[in-house]
């Protein structure tokens, strides 16, 4: 009685160290080391049972021999000692003479280089959890028999840890769900009232465009049209998984920058006393992308030049073609500033986006930058200095090329 007491206060600590963990890949690795240091049982292999219970599989389990990867055992007793033991709720053993050993059981300790097997049975307080087979030596179980009734509360340990993850991560699944339907539910009625005033400021526009001479303003509210078009598509595509654009077409870079200028070099430059320079060439230069997408690149980086300098500043825009990168046609539209320049931790951002919610405005900008150039294979590369200034070329695929995430 004092040896299983002992035993007790013994494991006690390691249940508590595998409630901390935070995956079945870590409790799982855990176990093992924990039978190796407490038990002396460097072999080890780990079957766990299915939702129904009625298998038992190491599938999904790593950092075992193949031939546990592809097992699949019915719980059934007269199949392996493996399925005896989770039936017979206790600890089993090949060295048993009273057991038979099946010819799979045989392999399962051939592929474990053992004289023979151990079975300790996970059992949490309502299902089974799974099987633990230990490859030992007739000596090594010799050593190993009066501390049975630890192994087999070692096991239960283990079950408990693994019941408790699951039903963590359970739980969890089902809290994601949740808000991401109350968010869904949320976005609709957004795309819904958004859209309303969209049509209506579109509509009006028309009736304005009609109203004025033909030498007025009408290229101006023709791309300010454009632009409410794709304010709408984006906000329209709040209910939709951001995923791959398969709408990439031909375009003509310089007409979109030129549109740009027209509509925000005022707004976002002029009227901040930001000095603007471009040389961008009086040809088309065709480029394979979405058009909304590229819009939006382009608008947060001018967007972000613009918060980040002060009046007297300057931004050049430039665009060069026949720029060859591993094999492939690209055209470069550049952004130069003479700003404050940028943190290698908000150039980071670019590559690494971060989560919307965890990153500031310009960070954001960046983030959606970097998406949605990864989304239409437009690569970047940025050069900044603190209280120089920022270079930013943005290298536009002229010909589609797959990402190989695709």
Known sequence: ?????????????????????????????????????????????????????????????????EIFRQLSIPMISSRSIAAAAVIGRQVRTSFDQAESPTLLDLQLARALSADGLL???????????????????????DRLQRRIPWLANFGKIAAISLDALTEANRHRQQVEEELTHQFTRQARQIVHEAGNPLGIIKSYLKILERKLPEDGVREELTVLTEEIDRVANIVGHMTHALKRSAEATTIDLVSVLNDFLLLYSDPLFNSRGIRIETALPEIELPVQVNRDNLKQIVLNLWKNASEALVAGKAIKISVSDNLIHDGASYVQLRIDDNGPGMSEETIQTIYHPKPMADTAQRGLGLSVVGLLSKQEGILITCRSQIAAGTSIALLIPKSRKPSPDQ
């Not at 049982?41 to 021999?65: F, R, T, Y």
């Not at 079975?119 to 179980?141: D, E, N």
């Open 119 to 141: 079975f300790i049975p996970m059992l949490a307080r309502t299902r089974p959890m799974g099987v633990m087979i230990c490859g030992l030596s007739k000596k090594q179980y």
């Open 1 to 65: 009685m004092a040896t299983i007491v002992s035993g007790n206060a013994l494991l006690q600590p390691l249940q508590q160290d595998l409630f901390q963990l935070g995956s079945d890949t870590e409790v799982l690795l855990a176990l093992r080391e924990s039978a190796r240091i407490l038990f002396e049982l460097p072999k080890v292999a780990i079957l766990l049972a299915n939702e129904k219970g009625d298998v038992l599989s190491g599938d999904k389990v790593g950092a075992q021999p």
